[in-house]
């Protein structure tokens, strides 16, 4: 099955600096790679997704790019601030039949 | 995500006990999921559910039963809790129609304890 690594576990920024997280998936047929933020105490939420037809897509400070080939995928966030400081979750799934497989999550900090 | 309700939000149990999770949705979504998080283990797959009269397996399925009693509510029971089920309990759901088939929306989660 589908196999997500993530990394780095944690990170710490200062404020409007950037931050990168990245991901790696182990199956080949996983084409929807979504990105989840979890506030304290909340459930994730979705911030954003990409799917396998494109190599990346943006929304305002947060972007994605998908890279088929070598199995990895990125969040990238500009001008951070200290509202972005959460903890953030990629996935992926092979098929719309199969559930998410999530990585085991990266804890942002951002320092006013 | 208010469409995903989840009680308790907090519970506290002893060793042996049995206890049950509930989870209700208002987005007339036709899947459903209860996923468990620990510090640093990301979230794992318990349960899932694709329609009412459909159950599978996840990742992490022993030591805990699930029943989807309706489209709208999924229930997470462990038959006798065991202090290493002490974690953070995520209900999910999400719709298999229309073009996001694979975007799940969570409920806010359950915090369990077994002493």
């Known amino acids: 099955g589908e196999n997500v690594e993530q990394h780095p576990s944690t990170l710490s920024v200062q404020e409007g600096d950037s931050a990168v997280i990245k991901c790696t998936y182990s199956?080949?047929?996983?084409?929807?790679f979504p990105w989840y933020k979890q506030e304290l105490g909340k459930g994730p939420q979705l911030i954003i997704d990409?799917?396998?037809?494109?190599g990346e897509k943006k929304d305002q400070r947060i972007a994605v790019t998908l890279n088929k080939t070598a199995k990895h995928f990125s969040l990238h966030i500009t001008e951070t601030q200290p509202e972005d400081s959460a903890v953030y979750f990629c996935a992926a799934s092979p098929s719309g039949n199969t559930p998410l497989v999530f990585g085991k999550g990266t804890r942002l900090s951002v320092i006013a | 995500d208010a469409d995903v309700t989840q009680t308790p939000r907090n519970r506290i149990t002893k060793t042996g006990k049995r206890i049950m999770l509930e989870c209700s949705q208002t987005?007339?979504?036709?899947?459903m999921y209860w996923y468990r998080q620990d510090p640093g283990l990301g979230l794992r797959l318990i349960y899932y559910?694709?329609?009412?009269?459909?159950?599978n397996k996840g990742e992490i399925s022993d030591g805990y039963s699930v029943s989807r009693q309706a489209q709208a509510k999924f229930s997470l029971s462990l038959e006798s809790a065991i202090p290493n089920q002490t974690a953070l309990y995520f209900c999910?759901?999400?719709?298999?129609?229309?073009?996001?088939?694979?975007?799940?929306?969570f409920g806010p989660g359950t915090r369990l304890t077994v002493l």
């Open positions: 987005k007339g979504h036709d899947r």
């Open positions: 990409i799917r396998s037809n494109v």
């Open positions: 999910a759901t999400s719709d298999s129609s229309g073009r996001a088939v694979n975007e799940q929306f």
């Open positions: 559910s694709f329609d009412v009269k459909d159950i």
């Open positions: 199956d080949s047929a996983s084409n929807y």
